[in-house]
């Protein structure tokens, strides 16, 4: 009898402590893999603009935000006609977003993506 009620304990704390770090590993990857979108809109000056040839071609702007905070970082542009019209030192009003693993705003030297762009 207190054979059986000793195993019967056994099994059941190996069962709870199985069941909490599942739980726990589980929480723990959730929170790993949460992505946080962004978006902005600001007046930028082109400083460069090149392609990357590699697989399709890719567009890019290096840009820098002409307010403050006066923070530098690369457009993709995914029209090839966008690209060709935008001029080097030229000014912009561009609205831009980007994906981050935190929830930090912070836009400089991040990579982000074109979704609307007009001349000032």
Not at 7 to 31: D, H, P, Q, S, Y
Not at 36 to 57: G, L, P, Q
Request: hydrophobic share 45%; proline share 1%.
């Amino acid at each position: 009898m207190k054979l059986s009620r000793i195993l019967l304990l056994i099994f059941v704390l190996i069962t709870g402590m199985v069941f909490i770090a599942l739980f726990v590993f589980w929480n723990n990857a959730k929170e790993k893999s949460e992505v946080f979108y962004h978006s902005s809109t600001m007046n930028i000056e082109v400083i460069d603009k090149y392609k990357n040839d590699r697989d399709t071609a890719t567009y890019f702007l290096k840009s820098k935000n002409s307010n403050e905070p006066f923070q530098t970082f690369v457009i993709e542009v995914q029209d090839e006609n966008v690209w060709n019209l935008v001029e080097v030192n030229g000014q912009y009003f561009v609205n831009v977003y980007w994906e981050t693993e935190s929830n930090d705003i912070n836009i400089q030297d991040k990579a982000t993506l074109l979704l609307q762009i007009d001349k000032l």
